[in-house]
């Protein structure tokens, strides 16, 4: 196994350059006064973005066809491209995440005729891993021009009148657009002067979108701070565009920037079957269950053909048995609580389905865009025919919570986001009860080259890049999310089905009928909660009584078992981006 660490063993491959540029033209070296800049001690331990993450195993070569993996994408009048070498500008050695600062860098490499639309930056806590959308107009329309430079710079923040450990001084511009165009990223200079104009290109307004914040990057503590950028509206029939930049402002301060727009919108760039089955056999999730875990997924034949019961309202003592394939069970529709799945009636069968079967088991892949098709999104669902009870840290304590958390049907699920202009693996997404979280490739585990590792928590299957304690609540009080590495391992990659890729057309893939199930894989709660809920509390300390009560109180749905879940096709997520 390969595990990738923080700190790891790749070469530095950013390209430094000095303090003495002004306007692009070499002047002097000009030292402000000594007393704003303090430097990071020499010899002090590195930080970790001053190493560069690659990827463990080289890209394979894709099989051939359409646009994807070839380096640039048509988004209609200007063609765009990722670039992922940087030249640092200047670095914050503090404030920001783990208050180790922040690094801004300069795209370099630039292909010829493409344009810079922003610069990068990212905090000082990860490796070095990151790209920028560099642009290239594709139209000869001298009246509109898709791009044009700037017409002046605004001075967003400048560290010069700042008490901060930093590497010589730092200034964030906005460019400032002609009417009618937008600006999709700031310029960083380490000199008071205004960067050349000719530094940055502006796009016209009908090619961009909105934006929002994502992550905190930096902020030198105080109302101005440094965010990730990602657009507003995301999702399958999104044309969003991510640039890659950042965002510089006041918190109150609605976001100076754009995204891009995909107006061709075409999906030539998106994977044919035969680059998807490629992509997935290099990207394969392995999934480590806890050594305690009682409750493992199988197929959704393997539920349907041991005993699973199709349940109709007002016809509850005649329950049927469901064909393997789910093909009589009712089909779209929606969630009106008219049908339900569940267990075999008898016992011993019952709680034989309950521990599912971990060697029949296999994944279920949806196959859809991302951000204005520039991406690939891989969504890996697994089925878990139970889910177990839940336990609760209550300061000191762990407390099992009774039947609380049990659910009978439990759909889970990580997400691949692949980057179309090359094929490469950025980031996943791991998908955490009724929300989750983004992960760069760079803070996760690999084995077997390029496959991340997951780990699913005891019982209740969340998924997490890392082994060990999540807590879902306050770090005191909460819902225990326990991963840890057992010997019972699924490597995804030897068992799936693609399910859903509307964009193949409907003739590529045929969807099994259970996918189109749109009510509940499991009953309602058929517990009494709240005896369960005072039956934990009797057991608890006078002084912990009260934070169990809140914790209760903050619980959704899914924590607390009390429906069972919808099938994929039903999450919000399958036509649109992960809820984070």
């Known amino acids: 196994m390969t ?6 063993p790749y070469s530095i491959s950013i390209i430094f350059i000095g303090l003495c540029f002004l306007d692009s033209a070499f002047v002097s070296c000009r030292n402000p006064p000594f007393s704003r800049i303090i430097t990071s001690k020499k010899g002090s331990k590195p930080l970790p973005v001053e190493t560069t993450f690659k990827i463990p195993a080289p890209i394979p070569k894709w099989p051939s066809g359409n646009g994807f993996a070839s380096g640039t994408i ?13 030249s640092k500008v200047w670095t914050a050695y503090e404030g920001g995440p783990d208050n180790v600062g922040a690094t801004f860098y300069e795209p370099i490499s630039v292909p010829q005729g493409f344009s810079i639309l922003g610069y990068y930056s990212q905090p000082n806590n990860q490796v070095l891993y990151g790209w920028v959308v560099v642009a290239k107009a594709v139209t000869n329309d001298q009246s509109r021009p898709a791009l044009t430079l700037p017409t002046d710079y605004t001075l967003v923040w400048s560290s010069d009148s700042q008490k901060l450990k930093q590497d010589g001084l730092g200034y964030i511009w906005l460019p400032v ?35 929002e914040t994502g ?41 100076s920037l754009s995204s ?17 089955q490629a992509l997935f056999k290099a990207y394969s999730p392995v999934v480590y269950f806890h050594p305690k875990e009682e409750y493992f997924p199988s197929s959704v034949s393997w539920f349907f053909q041991n005993g699973a019961l199709l349940y109709t309202k007002g016809q509850e003592s005649k329950p049927v048995q469901i064909e393997p394939t789910g093909s009589n069970l009712p089909q779209d529709g929606s969630d009106d609580g008219a049908y339900w799945l569940d267990l075999p009636s008898e016992k011993t069968a019952s709680e034989n389905v309950k521990k599912g079967n971990l060697p029949d088991a296999g994944v279920y892949l949806h196959i859809k865009p991302a951000l204005g098709a520039t991406f690939t999104d891989i969504a890996v669902w697994i089925f878990y025919p139970f889910n177990g009870a839940a336990r609760a840290k209550i300061e000191f304590l762990t407390v099992s919570l009774g039947r609380i958390g049990e659910h009978v049907g439990d759909w889970e699920h990580v997400t691949l986001r692949i980057s179309n202009f090359d094929g490469e693996l950025k980031s996943v997404y791991f998908s955490q009860h009724n929300k989750g979280s983004w992960v760069s490739v760079s803070n996760l585990e690999f084995e077997k ?37 057992g010997n019972a391992v699924m490597d995804t990659g030897s068992r799936y089905l693609v399910v859903g890729a509307e964009y193949l057309g409907a003739s590529k893939i045929v969807e099994p009928p259970w996918l189109n199930y749109a009510r509940k894989w499991g009953p309602k709660i058929t517990y009494n909660i709240d005896e369960e809920l005072r039956k934990v509390k009797k057991l608890l300390p006078g002084m912990l009584k009260n934070k ?3 914790l209760v109180k903050s619980l959704p749905p899914e924590v607390l078992g009390e429906v069972g879940p919808t099938g994929p096709k039903w999450k919000d997520n399958w036509s649109g981006d992960e809820r984070v």
Request: aromatic letters at 6%.
């Open 215 to 255: 992550n905190w990057i930096w902020g030198p503590r105080s109302s101005f701070n440094v965010y990730s950028s990602r657009p507003s509206v995301r999702g399958i029939q999104a044309s969003s565009v991510a640039t890659g930049t950042f965002v510089a402002k006041k918190d109150k301060d609605a976001p």
């Open 449 to 485: 080259d390029n496959k991340p590792v997951v780990y699913a928590s005891l019982h209740g299957h969340a998924a997490y890049p890392q082994a060990g304690l999540v807590v879902e609540g306050k770090a005191s009080i909460g819902i225990r999310n326990d991963t840890s590495r």
């Open 3 to 8: 595990r990738i660490k923080k700190l790891n």
């Open 548 to 550: 169990f009560d809140g």
């Open 74 to 86: 048509d988004l209609g009048e200007v063609k765009v491209s990722h670039i992922s070498t940087f």
């Open 177 to 211: 657009p002609s009417t009618g165009y937008k600006a999709v990223g700031h310029v960083v200079t380490n000199s008071s002067g205004k960067p050349s104009l000719d530094k940055i290109r502006c796009v016209r307004s009908d090619l961009t979108e909105d934006i």
């Open 260 to 276: 891009l727009k995909n107006i061709k919108n075409d999906l030539s760039s998106m994977p044919n079957l035969d680059q998807v």
